[in-house]
Structures are given as structure tokens and as C-alpha cells.
């Protein structure tokens, strides 16, 4: 089985709502291709009169190997743990000290096998860890005032602070957001502004047709 970014969104809002009350930050969610570590959680780390805060979190699960779907999700509640713990700024013993391995024995009474780390020796490798990896682009496409369409592959760093802009361009009449592993984008720069390719009518509507939708 592989994963994408909206089945990560999918499973964490579920979760969130299941498990932790619906109090977690929703993160950015990524598909990636390690071979060494099945699931991350990354974020940015600011101090300031010596108080750290954490924010810009994003979520990150590979697909380097073949795992069932109850595995992926177990690596998910994971980094759902440690999000938990960093978004309210707890201080753990250790990186899974005593506070993760209470919400992690608490997780696993619901049946669930989370553990403080994976040994990868004897998983199968999936076909895309078998071969070269398959790159998650998060495309944007745009209408605008004068009949031309665009398409943008951004930086999903920087994906939530253009979908704010977007509802100011008055030259713009429609957007939406997709992701795809189409390799028609991997000439494109990741864009963090609003800037794309102007394509024809035919190549956005064959494009869009084929991508999955997602939102904000």
C-alpha cells in the first residue's frame, strides 16, 4: 500500500477527533520516500525571553516501504504523540520519555501496537523504494479575469499563506488546490508566490481531471 497527503489529512482527523479530543494542530502532511525512518514530525523552533515555542508543524511518512494500512496508521499516531507533546510545549524526559509512553500505552489499550521505534530490517520495500522514488507535487490551479489558467507547483511551506492572498486577487476568478505524482511537473520550479505556467484550456482541464482535490 502507499500513502498521500490527503489520506494523512483523512486518518488524522479522524484520529484527532477519536483519540485527542480534536485539539491538535492540523499540520502539513507529506508522502515522502526515507529509508530509514518510517515517520517524522519537523517544525520550526523560536525563542524568545526564553520561552521556546514550536509552530509551522508538518508531518512526514514514507513510502519507501510495503505496509499495510493499520502499519501506516500506527506510524501516524507516532507522530501525532509527539505533535501532542510539542504543540503544548510539555517537557518530556526524553525525546519518548514518561509523557509518550503514557499516551502511548494509553493508545495501544484501544488495540492499536505503537512502540518508540521500528526496526525497517525485513520489510519489503514497495515498488517505489525499489525504484526511483515517486515525488508528491502540491499543484495550484488558477483562472483568471481574462480567460487565462495557470498552474503552479508550490513549496507547501508556504502553500497556507498564498491561499490567504488568493481571496484578495481580484484577477483571479476560480483556484483550487490538487495533489499529483505527475512527472509533467518536475520541470517546474516550487513556486512561494503567485506565479505559474500559463497553459491552454485543454492541457488545464486534462490536468485537473486527473489530480486529487484538496483543501485548506
Known sequence: ????????????????AKYFGDELPEPRFRAGHSRTRLGSLS????????????????????????????????????EMIHLHISSR???????????FRQIMTELNSYGWSI???????GINKSAAGKAA??????????????????????NPKFARSLNRRLSSAREITHHSWFVTTNNWFES???????RGRRVTSEVYYSMVSTMKPIQF
Open 1 to 16: 500500500m502507499q500513502i498521500d497527503s490527503i489520506w494523512l489529512q483523512e486518518n488524522f482527523r479522524k484520529f484527532n
Open 43 to 78: 517544525f520550526k523552533r523560536k525563542s524568545t525571553w526564553g520561552r521556546v515555542k514550536y509552530s509551522d508543524f508538518t508531518i512526514t511518512l514514507s513510502n519507501f516501504y510495503d505496509q499495510t494500512e493499520e502499519q501506516f496508521q500506527t506510524v501516524l499516531l507516532h
Open 89 to 99: 510545549h510539555l517537557k518530556d524526559s526524553s525525546p519518548h520519555g514518561e509523557i
Open 115 to 121: 512502540t518508540v521505534s521500528t526496526n525497517t530490517k
Open 133 to 154: 522514488s515517486t515525488r508528491e507535487f502540491l499543484v495550484l490551479a488558477i483562472e483568471t479575469t481574462d480567460g487565462n489558467r495557470f498552474l503552479s507547483s508550490v
Open 188 to 194: 517546474m520550479p516550487r513556486v512561494r508566490s503567485l
